[in-house]
Structure formats: structure tokens, C-alpha cells
T-cell receptor
Framework: SAVISQKPSRDICQRGTSLTIQCQVD?????MFWYRQQPGQSLTLIAT?????????ESGFVIDKFPISRPNLTFSTLTVSNMSPEDSSIYLC????????????FGPGTRLTVL | TQLLEQSPQFLSIQEGENLTVYCNSS?????LQWYRQEPGEGPVLLVT?????EVKKLKRLTFQFGDARKDSSLHITAAQPGDTGLYLC????????????FGTGTSLTVIP
């Protein structure tokens, strides 16, 4: 298993600013993912964070808006750039173990409100 | 996109009742997972099913993977208020990539 922490847990930001969310895993993992979730609804995959190369983005998400870093096997960041109220959501980081186990471990999420 | 449809979307029942949540897709998955999420937390894995027709039990929860590996069900017996939460199924097909495709979600409320 893996324990995942995220910072910040919540934030309130002004329109036009950027926020970087950090995700730390307590063990080395191969796959890390970033999701967005509206309260009570399902998860939407933003991108797969690849170690040592550019993230792989899903349709509707672009690097300029959601730049992702993955400098090593235990850490990743997601930046929400030039924020608007439509970016208000819960952002979740997840990881799969070193050996694919068809199991994802999730962080507690970052609740973002953009005014 | 490998779409996973869950039904029902919302469910409110009395403590002690039984319920079934369905997760359906037209796509085949290598495996399928069920997660439960409580407010303010990330989803937590309940079970992974891999073999078509597989049935797994976790106390009062019974999970089944369809024979064709396209669908799954979650049955809860004698629901308790602690079962309240958002239930999510998720599938992965290693032949097409490493993404997990999440279902549309089922919000369960168990009333004491």
C-alpha cells in the first residue's frame, strides 16, 4: 500500500492567479495521476504524471493550464494556472504501486475555491 | 473513452435494508475496482475483481464481476449508517493503457 499526502488541503484564490498542489507518496511508485472532482460526483482524469518526461493529458486538459511536474518516483505537483471560478473543484492525486496492482491509492484531496 | 455507467445515481435507504449498485460498460476490462469515498477524503479501495464471473465478499458487501468482464455489481446486506458514502467503480484495460476509468458514481445514504 501507499500513503499519499497533499498540500494544501484547501485554498481560496482570486481569479487570474495560480495555485500549485503538491502530492507526496511514502514509497516509490510507477504511476501517478491527477484527477478533478466536483463534490458528490465522479472523478475526471486530468493527466498521468510521468517521471522524467512530460505528463500525458486527457482530452480537454492542456499543459498550459495544468502544468505538472514529476521530478522523482515519490513526488508530483499540479499547477492550476490563470484560475477562473470554473476551476473551483476538488483536486485529487493518486498513485499505483511499483508493480501494477490495479489498485490506486488516493490523497485526501485539495478543495479549491476561486473567487 | 471507456465509459462506466453506475446505477442508481442516488440511493437513500433505511438501516437494515439490502441494496445493489450496478456498474455497466460496453468495454472489456482487465480488472475492475470498487472504491468508497467519504466527504473530505479520497476514495478508498474496497475490492479488485479480475476474473470473469468472480465473486468476492467483504463482510456484508458482495462484489461480482460479469462473465464478459464488462460489468460488475456491489450488493450490501443489512446496510448500516457507516456504509454511507460515494461508491465508485473503476476499470482498467492493460491492453489499451494504464488509465483507470471511473464510473459515474452512486451516492448512498443509510438512515438510522
Amino acid at each position: 500500500s501507499a500513503v499519499i499526502s497533499q498540500k494544501p488541503s484547501r485554498d481560496i484564490c482570486q481569479r487570474g492567479t495560480s495555485l500549485t498542489i503538491q502530492c507526496q507518496v511514502d514509497s516509490q511508485v510507477t504511476m501517478m495521476f491527477w484527477y478533478r472532482q466536483q463534490p458528490g460526483q465522479s472523478l475526471t482524469l486530468i493527466a498521468t504524471a510521468n517521471q522524467g518526461s512530460e505528463a500525458t493529458y486527457e482530452s480537454g486538459f492542456v499543459i498550459d493550464k495544468f502544468p505538472i511536474s514529476r521530478p522523482n518516483l515519490t513526488f508530483s505537483t499540479l499547477t492550476v494556472s490563470n484560475m477562473s471560478p470554473e476551476d473551483s473543484s476538488i483536486y485529487l492525486c493518486s498513485a499505483e504501486g511499483q508493480i501494477p496492482t490495479d489498485t490506486q491509492y488516493f490523497g485526501p484531496g485539495t478543495r479549491l475555491t476561486v473567487l | 473513452t471507456q465509459l462506466l455507467e453506475q446505477s442508481p445515481q442516488f440511493l437513500s435507504i433505511q438501516e437494515g435494508e439490502n441494496l445493489t449498485v450496478y456498474c455497466n460498460s460496453s468495454s472489456v476490462f482487465s480488472s475492475l475496482q470498487w472504491y468508497r469515498q467519504e466527504p473530505g477524503e479520497g476514495p478508498v479501495l474496497l475490492v479488485t475483481v479480475v476474473t470473469g464471473g468472480e465473486v468476492k465478499k467483504l463482510k456484508r458487501l458482495t462484489f461480482q464481476f460479469g462473465d464478459a468482464r464488462k460489468d460488475s455489481s456491489l450488493h450490501i446486506t443489512a446496510a448500516q449508517p457507516g456504509d454511507t458514502g460515494l461508491y465508485l467503480c473503476a476499470g482498467v484495460n492493460r491492453n489499451t493503457g494504464n488509465q483507470f476509468y471511473f464510473g459515474t458514481g452512486t451516492s448512498l445514504t443509510v438512515i438510522p
